[in-house]
């Protein structure tokens, strides 16, 4: 068997940050540590935080007063921010700064009297969060078909923004029937669509056309993951979101002379390892790693850690 291994995939700058201010956190205040809401949507991630003694949670009711509270990477509602601060908890925020990015938007557009348009998927973690900023103002689209049912005219200021990890052609799809529709809708600085989405579906895009398979190693709530599943069996190529090797179903195998293998943002390189690992032991061959396209962005622990580590007093903003 040939397996090709996609580069980029796997942890985004997003997810080291965060998955890092826990680590850190967890050194600097122990367990137990709550963090609303998945630090990163990866099972693995999640369950060995856990055996470390952080709590998740999805209300900050479920937080006792006065402890420290982490927010994920999918950013936050004012509305969380605002009960945690009236619990007297002290605050990490580890949101993505490319999803703090859209959220300064949507403040920036409610404030200048735009409707939002927030192409995104109802209900995922980061569009509730940027919803939270400026609720009366957004609306969440979802679809083409939803873009034929808005009720606005050529009147109204309109706006559109995106979640950061759509599949750029469903985004595009969607983004065009907006701009057909309101040919004066204000589009957003550069995409919302960060660089790690864009980056590791370009690498699918590229390399899935050669496989008899894709296994792409995410959680079924990883968002980015799913999409990369679905952009490689849209260029013809079954592909399987498996969590970790446990999950792979050899039926899928069988005839398969090249396998692509990549990883949702979200999932650590060693779930990835120990699948190219089963697949050799398996079924012998050789992995051919491809580089499409090189990454090197870091973000910065957040300022509030950073203060903690040092000694300082966090003040919430
Ligand atoms: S996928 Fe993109 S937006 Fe999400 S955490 Fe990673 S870099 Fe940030």
Redesign the pocket.
């Known amino acids: 068997m040939k397996i090709i291994l996609a580069n980029p995939r796997g942890f ?4 080291n940050m ?1 998955i890092h201010t826990v680590d850190e956190a967890l050194k600097i205040v122990g367990a137990p540590l709550y963090v609303y809401h998945e630090i990163v949507h990866n099972r693995h991630v999640v369950n060995d935080f856990v055996k470390k003694g952080v709590i998740f949670v999805d209300s900050i009711d479920e937080v006792p007063g006065n402890q420290t509270v982490i927010f994920s ?1 999918h950013g936050v509602s004012p509305t969380v921010r605002n009960a945690a601060k009236a619990r007297g908890c002290t605050l990490i925020d580890a949101t ?1 700064p ?2 703090t990015k859209v959220h300064m938007e949507a403040i920036r557009y409610a404030r200048q009297g735009y409707n939002i348009l927030l192409v995104g998927h109802a209900g995922h973690d980061e569009v509730v969060g940027t919803v939270g900023e400026a609720p009366n103002a957004i609306v969440i689209v979802e679809s083409p078909e939803d873009v034929q049912k808005l009720s606005f005219t050529d009147k109204d200021k309109l706006a559109y923004l995106t979640q ?2 759509l599949s750029l052609d469903d985004a595009n799809v969607i983004i065009n029937a907006i701009r057909e529709r309101y040919p004066h809708v204000k589009e957003p600085p550069s995409s919302d669509i ?4 864009t980056n590791r579906q370009q690498a699918v895009r590229d390399i899935a056309p050669e496989a008899d398979v894709v296994l792409v190693v995410g959680s079924r709530n990883s968002s ?1 993951s799913i999409r990369l599943t679905e952009i490689s069996q849209n260029t013809g190529s079954p592909a399987y979101l498996v969590d970790d090797k446990s999950e792979i179903d050899h039926s899928w195998l069988k005839d398969a002379k090249t396998v692509l293998v990549t990883a949702g ?1 979200s999932a650590p390189e060693h779930l990835v390892q120990e699948i190219l690992d089963e697949l050799i032991a398996t079924y012998s061959g050789s992995v051919e790693e491809r580089h499409i396209i090189n990454e090197d962005e870091h973000f910065e622990l957040p300022l509030s850690l950073r203060v903690l580590r040092d000694g300082g007093a966090v003040k919430s903003r």
């Open positions: 985004c700058a997003g997810v965060a990477a993505c490319l999803v950061t990890t960060c660089y790690a989405t980015n943002a």
